[in-house]
């Protein structure tokens, strides 16, 4: 089984950046992806950004493209998601997924709190 550790969530305010990172614990693959979701109370899970590990090529949700962005490094086995520019509905619990190749997200990290203030 693969184990992801995210980590670099807290507290900011609008406007401000936070960074988070996701470490795989074993090697990572040109054909799997890894990706972010969130969940905000209340709300379904959603998709915000993946990127594909072989050529690095990411997709955003609308709602953060221009905003985030989401990187890779291969040696580190590490995805990750760096926030600019933030909003109070960035508000939620982040967390890291991978799929294998088999068009499925069957790991998910611990999942790591983003709280923006107004």
């Not at 795989?24 to 590990?53: C, D, L, N």
């Not at 997709?59 to 962005?69: H, I, L, N, Q």
Request: charged share 20%; net charge positive; hydrophobic share 35%.
């Amino acid at each position: 089984q693969v184990q992801l550790a995210e980590s670099g969530g807290g507290l900011v305010q609008a406007g401000g950046s936070l960074r988070l990172s996701c470490a795989a614990s074993r090697r990572t693959f040109s054909h799997y992806r890894m990706a972010w979701f969130r969940q905000a109370p209340g709300k379904e899970r959603e998709f915000v950004a993946a990127i594909r590990w072989g050529d690095g090529s990411t997709y955003y949700a609308d709602s953060v493209k221009g905003r985030f962005a989401i990187s890779r490094d291969n040696g580190k086995n590490t995805v990750s998601l760096q926030m600019n520019s933030l909003k109070p509905e960035d508000t939620a619990v982040y967390y890291c997924a991978l799929d294998i190749g088999l068009s499925r997200y069957d790991y998910w990290g611990q999942g790591t709190q983003v709280t923006v203030s107004s």
